[in-house]
């Protein structure tokens, strides 16, 4: 036919081919990962502008991240010249409802210069709600009600939907009563939350024909990548729009679904066929990406879900190395010898960009920041903040430059109201008055203008007690070491409990990023030492051209891939996550183990997997036990490498004798109790790690960062 003389085309495989000319009427694409499902909707899109059965601008197009679409608008770019750039509606779900909803924002009651707030306003805003209402904010946190609204939003249901389940969700039926005062309350300041953004668009969709139409009469193609992390009211809204022309085409692969904690349904791929009859199913089964060996542990190990909806891979490439599992000691010997495999690869030929390190929880950069720096490789963090330049750490280290250093007026800034202690910035105002007339820093300002009249007397207090920590902190700290100092500091400033009363994952990660920076500290022998690190850490972001190391977590990985993937941390406990083991239900677990599948799955030629026999905390040694992902990798792709006796191996023959032990151990305990196990699991733990200094049995949490007592730092 003329379309297979075409080189756009030509390069295809059939089915891939198939979806690329099958142009009108509902087309799923549902294949594995790597069998260019994103590649064929790339292409699709330059056909139906080569073709000309569309103009850029009526193609609407739904990437999962900005950056997706970036690359996307780039490769078609390629393929068709400057028309991409008049695509307005290639975007995230996010950007393009925005875009969308400043044509139509009076129909919601804003105007079309509304504001988009952050999480932060947002809890502000709910906080204040829950104060003028006499609510007590401890019982029932501000974010809490941030959670249950942004569930609700993205499951499409506005106040008046929820049901008495969904209203008993919040301070006991105070649910609904609460969403409708903050939408109320939003749309009085002209704003809208990130939720609202697509909200909003579907009630307009909805409610008004008019706009409908004109909406379907604009986009002749939708297009959806990543189609398995859509969530309910992206659903909604996308079948909305496409039930006119019924031009949709979505791609997605069921065992990538990891965004269920963000409400994405995997539902909404069976619900498809039925929304849209007569749908296209393609399936592509080649994979292009990966060797077979790397194949072949990632189908291994997610064929141990339960619930899937089954493929097959195939792949022509070379077999290539099996998927190495390397068990090292602890965690500066994992970054110590990741990077040196770094730097092997490097010599034999490979570039930095490259190879990636996946992490499972953001906290786990840190070990790789230090230990690059170090040694100058250079790496980015994608998707996240570096350490250091995480809100709470920079809080923390705020704190310690103050009592390394009394002059630091922009630490001092950075801490003097947080956690909140009711110092606005009037007070603010007036210290920095007092602290220029006298030509002294903030911190000495504070202290004599706490004996002064010129504040209220309560703030004057508050000034005086802050520096009054700030001088007992500072004479401990020629006595203890760096982390204990930290900790005492966390503690009494009330900044630990601030986190803690919160009960969110949020928090939950905060506290746990504070736990690292005091395993970081472990290693100084004072304050100065330490931050003088930091400096250095911070100062390190190397111009933008030079080949990095990408260091990102696997949510941000998806979709993308590189040669050599290396995938630290598979521990319980750090991956499958705490949390995921706490829950102890099967679904959490089978999306942990999809996880996984995504991450073995960004690699083309090798895949190493490193967990460590301990960890440290507090100073502590915590023995871990290797991830039961290691032990469900097939043993035929897969060569285990390990310094210590025993090794995985006697892991994998403990499983296999007790069956799988977490089944009961979750059951009988449901806290956080994993590492304090039944005896054989405890022996197997430290027969895996024969001679630590001090064996403990903590568990590795963020509780337990908060759960230090105060009284043993600072005081002895
Ligand atoms: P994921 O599920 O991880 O998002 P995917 O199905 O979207 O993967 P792509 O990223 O589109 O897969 O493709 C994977 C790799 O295979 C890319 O490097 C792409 O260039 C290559 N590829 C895709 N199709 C072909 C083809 N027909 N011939 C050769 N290479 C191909
Ligand atoms: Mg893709």
């Known amino acids: 036919s003329a379309a297979s003389s075409d080189p756009l085309i030509d390069g295809l495989n059939p089915p891939q081919r198939e979806a690329v000319l099958t142009t009108e009427g509902p087309v799923l694409m549902l294949a594995g990962a790597g069998t260019g499902k994103t590649a064929a909707l790339t292409t699709r899109l330059a056909h139906l502008v080569r073709a000309r059965l569309a103009w850029p601008s009526e193609i609407l197009c739904v990437t999962f991240t900005n950056r997706a679409a970036r690359e996307m608008r ?69 974010r809490q009600l941030a959670g249950c609204i942004d569930r609700w939003k993205n499951r499409g249901l506005n106040p008046a939907d929820l049901d008495a389940g969904e209203n008993e969700a919040y301070a006991n039926g105070k649910g609904q009563k609460f969403y409708q005062l903050y939408q109320d309350r939003l749309k009085a300041l002209n704003a809208c939350d990130f939720g609202d953004l697509l909200l909003h668009m579907l009630n307009i969709l909805r409610q008004d024909r008019e706009v409908l ?40 692969d069921d065992d990538q679904s990891i965004y269920s904690w963000r409400g994405a349904e995997v539902a909404n791929i069976l619900r498809f066929e039925k929304d849209f009859p007569g749908t296209k199913v393609i399936r592509l089964e080649q994979n292009y990406r990966s060797t077979p060996q790397i194949l072949a542990a990632a189908s291994g190990l997610i064929s141990e879900n339960s619930e899937r909806l089954g493929k097959t891979l195939w792949t022509e490439r070379h077999p290539g190395d099996p998927v190495r599992v390397i068990g090292v000691w602890d965690g500066p010997e994992e970054a110590r010898r990741i990077g040196e495999e770094i730097e092997r690869l490097e010599r034999e030929g490979a570039t930095l960009a490259q190879m990636a390190i996946l992490v499972r929880a953001q906290y786990q950069t840190r070990e790789f920041e230090d230990r690059f720096i170090q040694i100058g490789l250079n790496y980015r963090i994608v998707g996240g903040f570096r350490f250091y330049e995480r809100a709470e750490i920079r809080d923390a280290l705020g704190y310690l430059r103050v009592i390394a250093q009394s002059a630091d007026d922009l630490a001092f800034e950075r801490i003097y109201n947080t956690p909140k202690r009711g110092l606005g910035s009037k007070a603010l105002e007036k210290l920095h008055v007092h602290a220029r007339r006298r030509g002294i820093p903030l911190a000495a300002a504070a202290i004599e203008i706490a004996d002064s009249d ?84 911070m100062d390190n972001e190397a111009a933008d ?58 690699a083309r030629r090798r895949c190493t997997i490193i967990h460590a026999a301990n960890r440290r905390i507090y100073g502590q040694w915590t023995s871990s036990i290797p991830s039961r992902f290691v032990a469900e990798l097939p043993a035929d792709h897969v060569v285990q490498e390990t310094t210590m006796s025993g090794g995985a191996s006697l892991w994998r023959a403990q499983w296999s004798e007790h069956g799988d032990p977490f089944a009961d151990v979750a059951r009988a305990q449901p806290s956080r109790t994993m590492t304090r196990g039944p005896g054989w699991q405890r022996a197997a733990a430290q027969e895996y790690s024969p001679a630590p200094k001090r064996i403990v049995e903590t568990t590795r949490s963020a509780a337990s960062f908060a759960a230090k007592p105060r009284r043993d730092v600072g005081t002895g």
Not at 231 to 251: D, T
Request: aromatic fraction near 8%; include cysteine; hydrophobic fraction near 40%.
């Open 74 to 142: 780039e490769r078609v770019g390629h393929m068709v010249g400057p028309a991409v750039e008049v695509m307005p509606w290639l975007g995230t779900f996010h950007s393009i409802a925005a875009k969308m909803l400043r044509r139509h924002a009076e129909l919601v009651g804003l105007q079309s210069n509304y504001t988009i707030i952050d999480t932060d306003d947002q809890l502000r805003l709910l906080k204040q709600l829950i104060q003028a209402e006499g609510l007590d904010e401890k019982r029932w946190p501000a």
């Open 213 to 252: 139409e004109q909406y379907r009469q604009r986009f002749k193609y939708v297009m959806v990548d990543e189609y398995q992390d859509t969530n309910q009211v992206q659903y909604l809204w996308l079948r909305l729009l496409a039930q006119g022309r019924q031009n949709i085409c979505v791609v997605g």
């Open 454 to 537: 010129e504040l209220p007397a309560r703030a004057r207090n508050t000034f005086l007690a802050l520096m009054r920590d700030f001088a007992r902190w500072r004479d401990t700290s020629s006595t203890v070491s760096p982390a204990d100092l930290l900790r005492t500091v966390m503690d009494e400033s009330g900044y630990t409990d601030a986190l803690q009363a919160e009960k969110t994952a949020e928090a939950a990660g905060r506290l746990e990023n504070l736990a690292e920076l005091a395993r970081a500290m472990e290693e100084y022998d004072t304050l100065g030492d330490f931050l003088e690190h930091v400096s250095l850490v």
């Open 545 to 602: 051209e030079t080949e990095k190391v990408t260091i990102m977590t696997m949510h941000a990985a998806k979709g993308l891939e590189f040669e050599h993937v290396f995938l630290p941390g598979w521990e319980e406990g750090v991956f499958p996550s705490q949390r995921a083991i706490d829950e102890g239900g099967l679904a959490s677990l089978e999306e942990e183990r999809r996880l996984a599948y995504v991450a073995i799955t960004r």
